[in-house]
């Protein structure tokens, strides 16, 4: 009960708890950067108030995720039913029974027979599909090209992880333009929050190892530096194997870079931060990227980044990058020559990489995220 002038008791209205649907379906594939984001955001907002249901075709982990207001709806499909295109079938039922008021897709998106009274946010990560399609399986292409468009028109807002992204979805899809929102990942961990330090001095490579990170020409550049410089700093590679017939491996052999280059494979979120805390150097010449994890936390670590010219890398990296031109092996081997040979140069674009880091931040995107989702008008304010 409030009371007002001259004992006067008002009236208050008693605002409606928000009641949140979420795709949890990324969720099932952790160690994926759209899973990290995924997980970040969600591990941040539920706290902040609402009811939360989180939708799936297949289990997932979900102990971090165990808080009283949130709810999580697993169907229980065999992958080998093509599990993820079938909870369209039930994601939209699960919707109408749990009254929701908003939908968050994080992947590209949206249950396609969506309740209209539903405010829906889809997730935009990148334009793979458009811009690289043959760095893609043909069945991921197909369904990106059939579920994405329908998305990006049903929802009320577009978010996306850059202004790279941003631009994209604008150039692609320029009907949405005015739906995109800017919400960008952030770093792993904080150095601050990172105790180990390593005493390494190499290059590092983050990622699935696949068509779009560019590692052939990555390698080979790295050989014509080691022929130039036979004391060129070796190169780690961290990272599953991908799709598209990536015999890394083998690549290094032909080479002849066998004890200069050293593959770990997937690696823990510890081994990655201490990987990270001593590493040289970052090296991501992408073919393409919507964001680019690993090169905000390798500069949260205070390392600096190889990174591809004109793209979401180079906007990530600020001035904490060299950029280089993907596609020119010559360009590459150029750049690790630089700061191979350079330290002063390592030393001022390391110099940057902390304060580039403090751009992205986890809470931050996620307060500004379920802005968006509960319809508050000023996203960024808690």
């Known amino acids: 009960m409030v009371w007002g002038e001259a004992g006067k008791r008002l009236q208050v209205p008693t605002l409606k708890t928000p009641r949140i649907g979420v795709d949890a379906r990324p969720l099932c594939h952790p160690g994926t950067g759209i899973y990290r984001?995924?997980?970040?955001?969600l591990s941040r907002m539920c706290p902040l108030g609402g009811e939360w249901f989180l939708y799936s075709a297949q289990d997932y982990d979900t102990a971090a995720l165990n808080l009283p207001n949130v709810h999580h709806r697993v169907a229980g499909v065999p992958a080998r039913l093509r599990a993820s295109q079938s909870a369209h079938l039930f994601f939209p039922r699960w919707t109408r029974k749990d009254k929701l008021d908003a939908f968050w897709g994080p992947r590209h998106q949206l249950p396609l027979m969506l309740p209209s009274g539903i405010r829906a946010v889809v997730?935009?990560?990148?334009?793979?599909?458009?811009?690289?399609?043959?760095?893609?399986r043909f069945p991921?292409?197909?369904?990106?090209?059939f579920f994405m468009p329908r998305a990006l028109k049903r929802a009320q807002h577009i978010a996306v992880v850059s202004e790279f992204t941003a631009e994209e979805v604008r150039k692609y899809y320029p009907k949405n333009a005015g739906k995109v929102v800017t919400v960008a990942g952030a770093s792993l961990l904080q150095a601050s929050t990172?105790?180990?330090?390593?005493?390494?001095?190499?290059f590092l490579f983050v990622g699935t190892l696949e068509p779009r990170k560019n590692l052939p020409r990555l390698l080979r550049a790295y050989a014509a530096l080691v022929r130039e410089c036979p004391n060129a700093r070796k190169l780690l590679i961290a990272g599953a194997?991908?799709?598209?017939?990536?015999?890394?491996?083998g690549l290094v052999q032909l080479l002849g870079l066998e004890g200069r280059v050293e593959i770990l494979g997937s690696v823990d979120d510890h081994e990655l931060m201490r990987l990270y805390a001593g590493a040289y150097a970052l090296l991501m010449p992408s073919l393409y990227e919507g964001f680019g994890l690993p090169v905000v936390e390798a500069m949260s670590m205070g390392v600096p980044a190889v990174v591809s010219r004109d793209s979401a890398l180079s906007e990530v990296a600020g001035m904490a990058g060299l950029p280089v031109d993907p596609l020119s092996e010559g360009d590459i081997r150029n750049a690790l020559r630089q700061l191979d040979t350079d330290i002063q140069l390592r030393t001022t674009l390391g110099s940057h990489a902390m304060t580039e880091a403090g751009r992205y931040d986890w809470h931050r995107s996620a307060v500004r995220m379920f802005g968006i989702l509960t319809g508050d008008a000023n996203p960024g304010r808690l």
């Open 140 to 145: 991921g292409r197909q369904i990106e090209a």
């Open 37 to 41: 984001y995924t997980y970040e955001l």
């Open 123 to 136: 997730t935009v990560h990148d334009m793979v599909w458009r811009a690289f399609g043959e760095t893609m």
């Open 194 to 202: 990172f105790s180990e330090k390593s005493s390494g001095n190499y």
């Open 241 to 249: 194997r991908g799709w598209g017939g990536q015999d890394v491996a």
